[in-house]
């Protein structure tokens, strides 16, 4: 079945940017989604389809989808932006849906 | 306003059963996919069953399959996951999300606050 690999974690300082990458064979040939889930809470849609931002996300996130790799960039971080990640997909050859086994982004 | 509210969970025995609801409000409802996803405690995210808006087509993760039922009742906005045979490794916290497409399963824009399935004797 199809694999998707994230780091289990990321820390980068307040104000500058965090890249967390989501790794999968062609993954760009598919669409992928960016889920944000703090503590004790449901997870939030951040991105969709590769790149787009639903209402009420900040600027500050971003996505990109190319060969290997999809990534979700998070500018000028905020002490509030510390969460785990999740990217996710629906693999049409084995009609499932895929989620990475997620990353923890610490704000240092 | 989407609203999605999750019910029926709770402790119950191995081998046992258990109904989980999703209500639905402030879209649609039939005009959607949705989908159960669960979290073990501590752990990632796992996708469970999704079905298209009409209820026609469904889909299972592997570890659910032929153990889990998802299903929906779009006269009422609720979606549904019949669970048996429950296993120790079942135990989660249960998520209804709802798709961004009609028949297709993509990703999923809303989610419920989720509810809480202990199975263990």
Known sequence: SYLLTQPSSVSVAPGMTATITCGGNNIGSKSVHWYQQKPGQA??????????????????FSGSNSGNTAT????????????????????????????????????L | EVHLVESGGGLVQ?????????????????????TWVRQAPGKGLEWVA?????????????????????????????????MSSLRAEDTAMYYCAKDLANVVVT??????????VTVSS
Request: hydrophobic fraction near 35%.
């Open chain 1, 43 to 60: 997870p939030v849609l951040v991105i969709y389809f590769d790149t787009d931002r639903p209402s009420g996300i900040p600027e500050r």
């Open chain 1, 72 to 107: 979700l960039t998070v500018s000028r971080v905020e002490a509030g932006d510390e969460a785990d990640y999740f990217c996710q997909l629906w693999d049409s050859s084995s009609f499932h849906v895929v989620f990475g086994g997620g990353t923890k982004l610490t704000v």
């Open chain 2, 14 to 34: 191995p081998g046992g059963s258990l109904r989980l609801s999703c209500a639905a409000s402030g879209f649609t409802f039939s005009n959607y996919a949705m």
């Open chain 2, 50 to 82: 999704a079905l298209s808006g009409s209820g026609n087509t469904t889909f299972y993760a592997d570890s659910v399959k032929g153990r889990f039922t998802i299903s929906r009742d779009n006269s009422k906005n609720t979606l549904f996951l019949q």
């Open chain 2, 107 to 116: 990703g999923f824009d809303y989610w419920g606050p989720g509810t809480v």
